[in-house]
């Protein structure tokens, strides 16, 4: 379990790394290309800055909303409540609060900004297909999202493709029907031209393929840290096996809330082979399970 935690936290770290080494790519071929030097990068920052502000004070509200979520307390869900209590004093962080989405098909997600304004939300599918055990391998899964501040790494991860593709369609479109201002192209200038066009065009997927990564390794990361906290991973691989069995789609899930719950509620897969792997959000549910299994 440690092994599979610190593996994952040092990929993870990895990754972002090489994604602000994007944005500031991006930031150099703008400044480059319209000949206005460490301003482009200013502007990918300036961007950046207020997406992500934005993003950390009002994304766990939307998504609750966007999911049709509803709180619940002791009185209305005593069974749920007392699971995520239990597991939250095991982890020393506050209690999330607990929402439901009334939906057969099991999943669940968890949201917020930090670990004392976190929410764990199941669906009430979930609820009813899983035992205690299993549900205790779900929500220790949300909780380790929670406690490793993964909501917000993926928030930062989402803003920063956002930024790199916005910043690269933009530059784009100002090439294509402005040019570019500065005469006298020598060898090596018309070399770093080509080199900033090809960024600008190229890293729009380059920053979706980083963030499908990250995303994948912050679920083997959960699952490690929530498998650790319940001293029973057979219990989250017995739950990932019901939830990817079950026949049921969750309604009210889209591409913006995909990557949050702990089974893609888009893609009907449990694997995933080749390049289109590398676009899933979630790693494989075989691989999963063989990890959970290996504990």
């Known amino acids: 379990m440690y092994d599979q935690i610190s593996s994952n936290k040092m990929k993870s770290g990895g990754l972002i790394g090489v994604f602000v080494m994007l944005v500031f790519g991006v930031g150099w071929a703008i400044g480059y290309l319209l000949d206005v030097g460490p301003y482009g ?37 005593p069974y749920l409540v007392n699971v995520v209590e239990g597991l939250s004093l095991a982890a020393g962080i506050p209690q999330p609060k607990a929402y439901v989405i009334d939906d057969p ?8 900004r930090n670990p004392a304004n976190g929410a764990i939300a199941v669906t009430t599918g979930l609820i009813e297909k899983l035992d205690r055990l299993e549900l205790e391998g779900v929500v220790a899964h949300e909780l ?21 593709v916005l910043l690269s369609d933009w530059m784009v479109r100002t090439l294509f029907w402005g040019g570019r201002s500065k005469d006298g192209l020598g060898g090596a200038k018309v070399i770093l031209l080509v080199v900033a066009l ?52 969750l309604r009210v899930a889209n591409k913006a809330t995909e990557s949050l719950y702990i089974y893609n509620p888009l893609k009907d897969y449990k694997g995933g082979r080749g390049l289109n792997s590398l676009f899933n959000t979630h790693p494989p549910v075989e691989e999963r399970i063989k990890r959970l299994e290996a504990m």
């Open 144 to 164: 380790a999202h929670i406690k490793n501040y993964d909501t917000l790494v993926q928030t930062l991860a989402a803003v920063m493709a956002g930024t790199v």
């Open 41 to 77: 990068l200013v502007i990918a920052l300036v961007i950046a800055f207020f997406s992500t502000w934005g993003s950390y004070w009002y994304s766990d509200r939307i998504v609750l909303a966007m999911s049709r979520a509803r709180p619940v307390d002791r009185a209305t869900e």
């Open 198 to 249: 090809l960024l600008l065009i190229l890293a729009p997927i380059f920053a979706a393929l980083i963030q499908m990564a990250i995303s994948r390794k912050r679920e083997y990361l959960a699952d490690a840290n929530g498998a650790l906290l319940t001293r029973y991973p057979d219990g989250l691989a017995s739950a990932l096996r019901k939830i990817t069995a079950d026949p049921n789609r």
């Open 105 to 112: 098909a099991p999943n669940a997600f968890a949201t917020g």
